[in-house]
């Protein structure tokens, strides 16, 4: 199975502030990445695929990218709204797998 | 507007079985993949299955595979999870979810989900 490990575990951060999360893959998965946004009580959301791609509806202060098994999402201006817990998730090949989350917390 | 109503969770007895129903609406059911992630305070998120949009083929996790069976009925537009021998380990909050437009493997538009607790 293709192992995603993500980082940090958690982080504080200041509105208008700008955070990154990594996430790596144990092996090659192209451009197959997904970033998701969950709030406490919530679903999870996709809000990036294939590694750079905004879903419909996503602000422009979130970005991905990608080189080579290593992903990043960052988030430009951090709003009230955007603290949340973060998933990556590679879609490259069943079994599908997520990284363990990235809490952003409110410093 | 798509929307997944999971019916059958709750409490379910160690070593018994589990059946979840997933009603869909808002899309063209056949047109789509189907997964089923469950999340647990222990592993997160972890993904479950996945089937065909017409239903001829499904994926598992390794961890659930020989325990878990996927089907789906797209005239009635529900999905199907069966479950054996549930263990306390199984308890979690488990969502339906519809494949994104853009790639069937991308688990795209979740519903609200269903908690399971397996406790005697």
């Known amino acids: 199975d293709i192992q995603m490990t993500q980082s940090p575990s958690s982080l504080s951060a200041s509105v208008g502030g700008r955070v990154t999360i990594i996430c790596r893959a144990s092996q090659s998965i192209g451009n197959y990445l997904n970033w998701y946004q969950q709030k406490p009580g919530k679903a999870p959301e996709l809000l990036i695929y294939a590694a750079t791609h905004l879903e419909s509806g996503v602000p422009s202060r979130f970005s991905g990218s990608e080189s080579g098994t290593t992903f990043t999402l960052t988030i430009n201006g951090l709003h009230p709204e955007d603290f949340a817990t973060y998933f990556c998730?590679?879609?490259?090949?069943?079994?599908?797998?997520f990284g363990g989350g990235t809490k952003v917390e409110v410093k | 507007q798509v929307h997944l109503e999971v019916s059958g969770g709750g409490v379910v007895q160690p070593g018994r079985s589990l059946r979840l129903s997933c009603a869909a609406s808002?899309?063209?059911?056949?047109?789509?993949?189907m997964h089923w992630v469950r999340q647990t305070p222990d592993k997160g998120l972890e993904w479950m299955a996945l089937?065909?949009?017409?239903?001829?083929?499904?994926y598992f996790a390794d961890s659930l595979k020989g325990r878990i069976s996927l089907s789906r009925d797209n005239a009635k537009n529900t999905l199907y999870l069966e479950m054996k021998t549930m263990r306390p380990e199984d308890s979690g909050l488990y969502y339906c979810?519809?494949?994104?437009?853009?790639?069937?493997?991308?688990?795209?538009?979740w519903g609200q989900g269903t908690l399971v607790t397996v406790s005697s």
């Open positions: 998730q590679q879609s490259y090949n069943p079994p599908l797998t």
């Open positions: 808002g899309f063209t059911f056949s047109s789509y993949g």
């Open positions: 979810v519809r494949s994104s437009d853009q790639w069937l493997y991308s688990p795209g538009s």
């Open positions: 089937i065909w949009p017409d239903g001829r083929d499904t």
